[in-house]
């Protein structure tokens, strides 16, 4: 009985027949706590979270006035989906062997120790591994935005499950999605510009690769465009092509 987790689930649905949920908030570990006063949960230890996103967007996104990397571009407006997402409308599925902090009041959640995600979109295929986007870390950290006067990070007063704003990623960083492969010791990404930003250090620079490609190459920093799905690089370093290759 030791072994058993804890668990909490709310499910929203599109109709009085309860039959198509339109949002799903699951999570499980061995030491759930829940504060209803000041709207915060946390897992202690090896857990992982489940949401679903089936829900249509209704609201544009702003262009952060304080991003001085993204003043320039557009600001991409709901429902122009990007080339690659880490979250948003589909599957997403959070797995550490740390702890978990969902703060509603200040819209936040923090993971900590050996972190994974995995999203897949309303149009992948739940059992199709290749069409995932996976993130490994060691601690995540993200912003939220649940469009609710009032914040409830388990939705179960029937409000959206939240929309990710910002999400930080930093310790052996590695991003897999089908087109890419990237390593990195810090990753930056801004909902609102759809812009990723890895950084390395002198021991472990950002590392790129084509999906299943043996070539790689590095750099001090990488401008990833999820919407376009485009990398830019910044001081490149060394390039890997492994001799009698293709």
Wanted: glycine residues 8%.
């Amino acid at each position: 009985e030791s072994n058993t987790p804890a668990k909490i689930q709310a499910v929203r649905y599109t109709g009085a027949d309860r039959k198509t949920p339109v949002s799903i908030f699951y999570v499980a570990g061995p030491i759930i706590e829940y504060f209803a006063a000041t709207k915060r949960l946390t897992v202690t230890g090896t857990g992982s979270m489940f949401l679903y996103d089936g829900q249509q967007e209704q609201a544009a996104t702003v262009l952060p006035n304080d991003t001085a990397t993204a003043n320039t571009r557009a600001v991409h407006q709901p429902g122009s989906e990007s080339a690659v997402q880490f979250s948003g409308k589909g599957r997403t599925l959070f797995k550490w062997t740390g702890s978990l902090i969902l703060d509603g009041i200040a819209e936040s959640m923090t993971i900590h120790d050996d972190v994974s995600v995995r999203h897949r979109s309303l149009a992948g295929d739940e059992a199709d591994s290749a069409g995932a986007v996976d993130v490994w870390c060691q601690s995540l950290r993200s912003a939220m935005d649940t469009r609710s006067d009032d914040i409830n990070v388990l939705s179960m007063s029937g409000q959206s499950t939240g929309r990710l704003k910002m999400l930080d990623a930093a310790g052996s960083v590695t991003v897999v999605t089908p087109s890419h492969e990237i390593t990195a010791d810090h990753l930056h990404f801004e909902n609102a510009t759809k812009l990723a930003v890895l950084s390395g250090t002198a021991d472990m620079p950002v590392t790129v690769s084509r999906t299943g490609s043996p070539n790689s190459f590095e750099a001090e920093r990488v401008f990833w465009d999820l919407y376009e799905d485009s990398i830019t690089v910044e001081r490149p370093g060394a390039v890997t092509m492994p001799m009698g290759g293709p």
